[in-house]
């Protein structure tokens, strides 16, 4: 069933569309959203974060909170729109969808649907690809540069014959090239660079590709796990060395409700949990247990793998990939968080990359890869696919371009196909939000005990999957807050006004059993309630309140009449 929205998720859009339709929503939803500027770039766009609630069921920091961002890469603008698309279906969805109401009554969703509004423009207008920020970035000049020569707004692939190359026309279809095996000694042979003009350097006659002078990486500057560029090209100068970065930190801190974590990525049709810098049997047993049960629900609503950075994801476990914000938000604040890796092309084209066995992964096997995706992107996306054409380069004579528009067929999806990303997204959003810790003042009794005297009791319980403190990795970093309880309404005698009560487990720690001989049990309940008493001198008709808050979990209360 689709799901109904404001606008349409048929295209990608462009920096002044985003802004609109975010303005839209703050103007016509002033009691669900709050439109705010994050920090302003360099070319004075607006980083945005949409705080959705609903205003009128209290503040947005007392309500559990759960963060979702998009486009910390400039070309991964799918995630961009998945982002947009769960903001638009829940404010135009809430008094209409029981389950969103509720949501948006009971917690806050905190957006910010474009990391790097500079990167994504430069993306969205010109043929360049880019990593970031089209910003320089420790260039170095020399080499095929990537230019759209033949003037089609697409980079595409260029071919040059030459008899050093490694190339070769495959011989059961022209339109693909096939690597030359070591008995290739007669033929026409090629190199193939991007579609580009050659920027001189020193040995020009072997050719090579220009480095990318924006190579600034803002998933490798976040403050966990950070090193220098010279392990980790594109990592910043320092962390948080760039102000969209550090906006997000800055943002994280100042909203301590956040409770879980959605990062938006592409591609490859992959849901990351961490820890992404040490293997997962380091992470605490529960922890895990936990982000593989929302992994699946993910799995459920999007058709991904669900796998752990670091034992499957990360190829090289010595000189892995760091300074990712997913691993920033686990391994130091302790919220559980995914990196969602949107749209597989490789799956589409029926030869989906195997993640958890890399041996098979051939020089072989990578050919049969492409060629498969750039058929698929022939019959399935022909706009965005070109046969080899000749061109006159001013450098190299007669070359050839073609392929495929990569931007839109293997980094993100045809447009044609998008909706369906951003739905799916969509319903797994609402289920990890849903997953959040929340508090509840279970019952509240009174009961006298003499002339003017009651023993009140409260039960203080948390109804949400996810513990108060979320993680045990949060207590081990000391980074948990106890939930508070507070008493109010009558003179205390025994007990105290104002109390911690330590975290409340959900029932993610339940301990279940389901038995081959035997039946389906609860071993253990998880301690997700604690009960309280208080001795109380005050007059019959006299109204007493016990409130509880704990900055993941949010608030509740309620109120007896003695």
């Known amino acids: ?233 594109g990592a910043g100068k320092y962390p948080l060395s760039n102000p969209e970065t550090k906006a997000i930190v800055d943002f994280v801190l100042s909203h301590s409700n956040i409770g879980g974590a959605a990062i938006g990525h592409t591609s490859g049709g992959l849901l990351l949990y961490p820890p992404g810098t040490r293997p997962s049997k380091s992470a605490h047993y529960e922890d895990i247990k936990s982000m593989k049960a929302i992994a699946q629900m993910g799995q459920e609503e999007l058709g991904y793998r669900p796998m752990n950075i670091f034992d499957s994801f990360m190829s090289d476990q010595i000189n892995y990939d760091s300074g990712a914000l997913d691993d920033w938000f ?101 289920r990890f939000a849903k997953a959040m810790p929340k508090l509840t003042v279970d019952t509240l009794a009174a009961e006298p005990v003499g002339e003017d005297l009651y023993q009140v009791t409260a039960i203080v319980g948390n109804l949400g999957y996810l513990p108060t403190n979320l993680t045990d990795e949060a207590l081990s970093l000391n980074v948990s807050k106890p939930v508070e309880v507070c008493f109010e309404g009558a003179e205390i005698l025994a007990g105290k006004a104002k109390q911690e009560i330590g975290n409340l487990s959900g029932y993610s720690r339940t301990v279940t059993g389901a038995f081959f001989y035997g039946n389906l049990t609860t071993e253990q309940s998880a301690p997700a309630r604690k009960k309280l008493t208080w001795l109380v001198r005050a007059k019959q008709g006299t109204s007493v309140t016990v409130n509880a808050f704990q900055e993941k979990a949010g608030a509740a209360s309620k109120t007896v009449v003695l």
Request: glycine share 6%.
């Open 330 to 430: 686990y391994q130091s604040q302790g919220v559980p968080a995914y990196t969602v890796e949107f749209w597989d092309l490789d799956s589409r084209a029926g030869v989906p990359f195997n993640w958890f066995d890399r041996s098979e992964e051939t020089p072989k096997k990578r050919m049969e890869r492409f060629n498969a995706c750039m058929k698929w992107v022939k019959e399935n996306a022909p706009q965005y696919y070109q046969d080899w054409a000749p061109f006159e380069h001013p450098t190299f004579g007669t070359v050839e371009i073609g392929g495929f528009n990569y931007k839109f067929t293997h980094q993100n999806p045809p447009e044609n196909l998008l909706k369906e990303e951003c739905e799916k997204d969509t319903r797994f959003n609402i």
């Open 1 to 233: 069933m689709q799901m109904k929205t404001t606008f349409q998720y048929d295209h990608y859009y462009k920096y002044d569309e985003l802004k609109s339709n975010l303005e839209f929503f703050a103007e016509s939803y002033p009691d669900l959203v709050e439109l705010e500027v994050n920090c302003v770039t360099e070319e004075g766009r607006n980083q945005y974060v949409v705080t959705l609630t609903n205003k009128k069921t209290g503040p947005a920091l007392q309500k559990p909170g759960w963060y979702l961002d998009g486009n910390i890469h400039a070309g991964e603008v799918t995630s961009t729109m998945c982002a947009m698309h769960t903001v638009d279906y829940l404010v135009t969805n809430y008094g209409v969808e029981p389950e969103v109401t509720k949501l948006l009554d009971e917690q806050t969703i905190y957006v910010i649907p474009r990391v790097t509004p500079d990167g994504a423009e430069t993306y969205l207008t010109t043929p360049r690809t880019l990593r970031s920020a089209n910003r320089d970035y420790m260039p170095k000049e020399g080499g095929v540069r990537g230019e759209d020569l033949d003037g089609d707004g697409v980079i595409r692939m260029m071919r040059i014959k030459t008899p050093y190359g490694a190339w070769k026309v495959d011989p059961e279809d022209e339109a693909t090239m096939v690597l030359r095996d070591p008995s290739d000694t007669e033929g026409t042979f090629y190199d193939i660079y991007p579609e580009g003009v050659l920027v001189p350097f020193d040995g020009d006659e072997n050719l090579k590709q220009e480095q990318d002078p924006w190579g600034l990486d803002f998933n490798r500057n976040f403050p966990l796990g950070w090193f220098p560029d010279s392990r980790q090209p």
